[in-house]
């Protein structure tokens, strides 16, 4: 079972991860060249999830942080730490609480929206969750409105060698995890051009657990940024603005019907602007 200790050694990373994504986006904001539109900076809000079942109500909390500017339209990224017990029908559908529903969760969430079409949209989070039992989850998914196959060969490339340094198996079941979960079934169609997806990953050690959670944060903090550079400077048309904002659509499809993590937030009682963050800004049907 996880101790305090590492409990808190997770939270210190899932927080300076979020620090070091925070401050890519924001050079990258600063190296796109225009006139007059000011660089994009990070704004955040921390919030309290109060739990009636917890002493003095304390439920943990976590901080948005959301960034509006001039290469990333809206780029969110959030870390939550919350603790106390699930209700009695969604406790029914997570491992380890048929005799004590009490939880503790720690995790980053991000989704970023760029301006340019041209850029890819990317979502990715990481996690720890610990009932009667613990595990590690989390992944990263890319959806471009564009294909850019260079793209995509780099950024399954990165996750390959990721999963590959702690399982040979790992990369071949994630990206297929990714490949069904990401899926608007009403629509017959995929969300993006996947990644890797992961769940219940406990393989008994925590702290090789912990380093590949640790690496896919890492993997995704190198190779988005390179992406993203290829592209942002590249000039659109207003044909290209449409197509995203109908893709746009689609992925705001798939986060309120079918996100996990859109169910297991409003299902805690979490911060529901920090848990509909990940909607896009502007989006057409």
């Known amino acids: 079972m996880t101790t305090l200790e590492q409990k808190a050694e997770f939270e210190k990373w899932t927080i300076k991860l979020r620090d070091d994504i925070c401050s890519e986006l924001e050079k990258i904001e600063e190296e796109y060249d225009h006139d007059y539109?000011?660089?994009?900076?990070?704004?955040?809000?921390?919030?309290?999830?109060?739990?009636?079942?917890?002493?003095?109500?304390?439920?943990?909390?976590?901080?948005?942080?959301v960034l509006k500017g001039r290469v990333f339209e809206k780029a969110g990224v959030n870390v939550s730490c919350v603790q106390g017990q699930f209700p009695e029908q969604f406790a029914k559908e997570i491992p380890g609480t048929s005799e004590n529903p009490t939880f503790w969760?720690?995790?980053?969430s991000l989704v970023i929206h760029p301006l340019n079409p041209l850029v890819p949209a990317?979502?990715?989070?990481?996690?720890?969750?610990?009932?009667?039992?613990?595990?590690?989850?989390?992944?990263?998914?890319?959806?471009?409105?564009?294909?850019?196959?260079?793209?995509?060969?780099?950024?399954?490339?990165?996750?390959?060698?990721?999963?590959?340094?702690?399982d040979p198996n790992y990369y071949a079941k994630f990206k297929l995890w990714c490949d069904e979960y990401f899926y608007l079934p009403h629509r017959n169609e995929a969300r993006g051009v996947g990644g890797i997806f992961y769940?219940?990953?406990?393989?008994?050690?925590?702290?090789?657990?912990?380093?590949?959670t640790r690496d896919v944060g890492l993997t995704f903090l190198k190779i988005y940024p390179e992406l993203v550079?290829?592209?942002?400077?590249?000039?659109?048309?207003?044909?290209?603005?449409?197509?995203?904002?109908?893709?746009?659509?689609?992925?705001?499809e798939f986060n309120l019907l079918y996100d996990r993590g859109t169910k297991f937030g409003l299902q805690t009682n979490g911060n529901t602007e920090a848990i509909l963050m990940s909607l896009p800004p502007v989006a057409v049907w």
Not at 231 to 246: G, I, R, S, V, Y
Request: contains cysteine; neutral net charge.
């Open 199 to 212: 769940d219940y990953v406990d393989s008994g050690s925590f702290d090789t657990d912990y380093a590949f």
């Open 229 to 252: 550079r290829r592209h942002f400077q590249k000039p659109w048309t207003a044909e290209d603005k449409q197509k995203q904002l109908q893709k746009r659509g689609r992925y705001a």
């Open 122 to 166: 990317v979502h990715m989070n990481t996690r720890h969750i610990v009932t009667s039992k613990s595990w590690f989850g989390g992944g990263a998914d890319l959806t471009p409105t564009f294909e850019f196959q260079e793209d995509t060969k780099d950024f399954h490339q990165a996750f390959r060698n990721c999963c590959d340094q702690y």
């Open 105 to 108: 969760a720690c995790g980053i």
């Open 37 to 65: 539109l000011l660089p994009g900076q990070f704004r955040r809000e921390s919030w309290q999830r109060n739990d009636p079942t917890q002493p003095d109500n304390n439920g943990g909390g976590g901080t948005m942080s």
